[in-house]
């Protein structure tokens, strides 16, 4: 008994300082968000009158709010599976034992050390229609320049490709890290089996990397819903919204019109849009991960 | 291995969505009332970047070393919006500056903030006299007669022209396009080898100073100074001319969209791209400095048969800090006067194209030189002298006025995709109205 008591407070002594930091910097503010999202506030973001839901009354309505939920879903589709596929190809590839094969990893791995900032300016001068490499490149083959950044139509994938080459490198050393966990003894009983390379990757490589593909995806995904770096950058939300993402809206609402118990307001829908894409993805995605 | 996801995935959504709360603007080293040497300490928060902020660091230097009871503190604080938002955070506090440069469309966010003390205060106590500095920059900073913050560095907008180009076209250089008309006959004679005739950057600013000019108002009230603005008006038929111009333009291939930023559309001017553009006069001695070509600096043109109004003053002015001690008050009063001299002020114009707050700048035979050299100067404060003081040109006044800009912009780009330009600024008009009802019940 007293053993009992005894090992519960070790325990949560070395607890205690994790908790005491998720309190402070993850707890409190997620309280206080909620507590804001009710609230008119003025321009400190000090709560003036209690509004009850009418922030998330207006919400439903408003059109650029919504377009922020489109954009934000249509980012997320853009972005997280080219990132997982190119990352998985690109794994599969460095898991190769030929010579010299440290320096393709470190290649491929590369992006991971770039900054979003830096690597958002790089591809903003890439973009530039005046002075930029991409339009040089088309019109060198003959084709019509563009303003990628400022045509509606395709400021949004603009950004989701430079996304998808910062985000390559995580998930391609996670998963280059998932590979190289799997017994090599399975892929020597299947040469001497005999089965064809797709086969191998179907049976053998996919089911045993399925937990890191599993984490590499919800953890990507989660990310593409948060992204603000690269919009912020790239297309300050415009043209005509389209790039708004939901991060870049509360950004704007709060920091830019100190609106801070609107943009809270904001936060908590994403917030339940994370935690419902979060909750699918362990009922129903996970069921197929394969643990050993 | 299971555990560890769903752990890792719950820290992140965490994290993620509480990111927006913890951000904080970075301290200052806490401003102390007394340096070793005996001076009073005033810290003055900038917004003034690239040569700006050199002119002012000059400027601040001079003034340091001019006198020994006050020592000025200059710090960059990013853009006039990230300033305030840092501003926002330690108001209140001892981290707060005495002197904070603020925008002109946050005029009406500081004086509903409470965290301010109006110069008036020290004018009066001073017995300064006001009548010497430019009366239509100090009409905008003057609300229910009460002039609450100093004007500092104010520009307007002025259509920038490429006079090679001009020659080339068959156009005469000395003659840039006054009117609508002229300057859409312009811009076809410029439209040719992938170049373009005319761009008008996608801020809310030029779209304000085309309505002003033509005498249109952009909220009820009178623009907000005769009592608390409830509705916007700028859907009237001046600012249907706006969008209508932008789109005809536009739809003829003689417009190009320059998108949002500001060094893309000057690195299109300078790069020959675009022929003509609206820029701030504060840009204009840069432009004529870098431009491998010859320069023209005109007026903002107008709708044929409308009469000039004038323009709205930009740029920013400088609040008092009603937090700072008394002694702190004091000597910030002091760089302020200071900063109003005809010297510095005649310094200021020549090196930047901010106007001088102070008219008797452009006497003095520094200014006089300069404006042999630069002639594009001169046209920029005529353009002031000439402004008619109505409410129009004196510019609205609402706390809202970022988001407002937030939707004018949006509005402006909707254009480029053919929406019809009545509807782009009923929209627009609707959703600030919305605003201003948000505002309202704070």
Redesign the interface.
């Known amino acids: 008994m007293f053993r009992s008591v005894k090992q519960n407070f070790e325990g949560m002594l070395y607890i205690f300082p994790s908790f005491l930091l998720?309190a402070i910097?993850?707890f409190y503010?997620?309280v206080?968000?909620g507590y804001l999202s009710v609230h008119?506030?003025?321009?400190?973001?000090n709560p003036?009158?209690f509004?009850g839901l009418e922030h998330f009354r207006y919400l439903l309505e408003d059109v650029?709010f919504q377009q922020s939920v489109k954009a934000t879903l249509l980012f997320v589709l853009y972005t997280v599976p080219p990132t997982i596929i190119i990352a998985l190809s690109l794994a599969l590839l460095a898991n190769e034992k030929v010579k010299g094969i440290q320096l393709f990893r470190t290649l491929f791995s590369s992006t991971l050390g770039m900054s979003v900032a830096a690597s958002s300016v790089i591809w903003m001068f890439m973009y530039?229609p005046?002075?930029g490499v991409i339009n040089r490149i088309i019109a060198a083959l003959g084709g019509e320049e563009r303003?990628w950044?400022?045509n509606?139509d395709t400021a949004l994938i603009a950004a989701a490709v430079a996304t998808v080459w910062m985000n390559i490198g995580f998930a391609f050393l996670i998963l280059l890290g998932g590979l190289q966990n799997i017994d090599s003894s399975l892929y020597e009983n299947a040469k001497i089996a005999g089965v064809s390379y797709m086969y191998q990757l179907r049976r053998i490589t996919i089911p045993l990397l399925s937990?890191t593909l599993?984490?590499v995806t919800?953890?990507s995904l989660?990310?593409a819903?948060?992204t603000f770096g690269q919009i912020d950058i790239l297309t300050?939300g415009?043209?005509?919204?389209a790039t708004t993402v939901i991060?870049y809206s509360?950004?704007?609402e709060?920091?830019?019109?100190?609106?801070f118990g609107?943009?809270s307001a904001q936060?908590v829908v994403?917030?339940f849009i994370?935690?419902l894409v979060?909750i699918v993805?362990?009922a129903v995605v996970?069921r197929k991960?394969h643990?050993q | 291995m299971k555990k560890l996801s769903l752990l890792f995935s719950l820290l992140f959504l965490l994290v993620g969505c509480s990111s927006e709360k913890t951000e904080q603007a970075s301290a200052q080293p806490s401003s102390e009332d007394k340096t070793q040497k005996g001076k009073t300490e005033v810290v003055f928060w900038h917004a003034m970047e690239g040569d700006l902020g050199k002119v002012l660091n000059e400027i601040v230097h001079d003034f340091n070393t001019s006198q020994s009871t006050v020592e000025v503190k200059p710090v960059f604080q990013g853009t006039y919006e990230e300033a305030l938002t840092k501003f926002n955070a330690v108001a209140g506090t001892k981290d707060a500056p005495t002197i904070m440069q603020t925008f002109e469309v946050g005029t009406k966010y500081m004086i509903d903030s409470g965290k301010i003390e109006p110069v008036q205060t020290f004018i009066d106590q001073d017995h300064y006299d006001v009548s010497q500095w430019e009366k239509n920059i100090v009409n905008y900073y003057t609300v229910n007669g009460t002039i609450y913050s100093m004007p500092f560095n104010s520009s307007t907008p002025v259509l920038i022209y490429n006079k090679d180009a001009f020659k080339k076209a068959g156009l005469d250089p000395e003659k840039p396009p006054m009117t609508y008309s002229e300057l859409k006959e312009a811009a076809r004679k410029l439209t040719k080898n992938g170049n373009y005739g005319f761009s008008i950057l996608n801020y809310g600013w030029f779209f304000e100073q085309m309505l002003a000019v033509q005498g249109g108002l952009y909220v009820n009230e009178e623009n907000g100074r005769k009592g608390e603005a409830t509705e916007a008006v700028f859907n009237s038929e001046e600012g249907l001319r706006v969008f209508k111009l932008i789109q005809d333009m536009y739809k003829e291939g003689t417009f190009y969209n320059v998108g949002q930023n500001w060094d893309d559309m000057r690195a299109a001017f300078q790069s020959g791209k675009i022929a003509m553009y609206l820029d701030s006069s504060a840009g204009v001695r840069t432009i004529v400095d870098s431009a491998p070509f010859e320069v023209g600096v005109s007026y903002l043109p107008i709708p044929d048969g409308v009469e000039r109004q004038g323009v709205i003053i930009g740029g920013a002015s400088l609040w008092m800090i009603k937090d700072a001690d008394e002694a702190q008050k004091k000597a910030a009063w002091e760089f302020m006067k200071y900063l109003t001299t005809p010297e510095v002020q005649a310094k200021w114009h020549v090196k930047t194209g901010y106007f001088a707050i102070n008219p008797a700048a452009y006497d003095l035979p520094l200014v006089k030189e300069q404006w042999k050299k630069y002639p594009q100067l001169k046209v920029t404060v005529n353009q002031l002298k000439e402004t008619k003081a109505t409410p129009a040109t004196q510019g609205a006044l609402i706390s809202v006025f970022p988001q407002s800009r937030q939707r004018v912009v949006s509005a402006m780009e909707s254009l480029y995709q053919g929406v019809d330009p009545k509807e782009a600024l009923d929209r627009a008009v609707a959703e600030t109205n919305r605003e201003l009802e948000m505002a309202r019940k704070r």
């Open positions: 998720f910097f993850v503010p997620m206080r968000t008119m506030t003025d321009f400190q973001g003036t009158n509004i650029n530039n005046a002075i303003q950044l400022l509606p937990p599993f984490f919800t953890v989660i990310h819903f948060q300050k415009g043209p005509m919204n991060v509360i950004y704007r709060a920091f830019i019109n100190y609106n609107f943009a936060a994403l917030f994370v935690l979060t993805q362990f996970e991960v643990y």
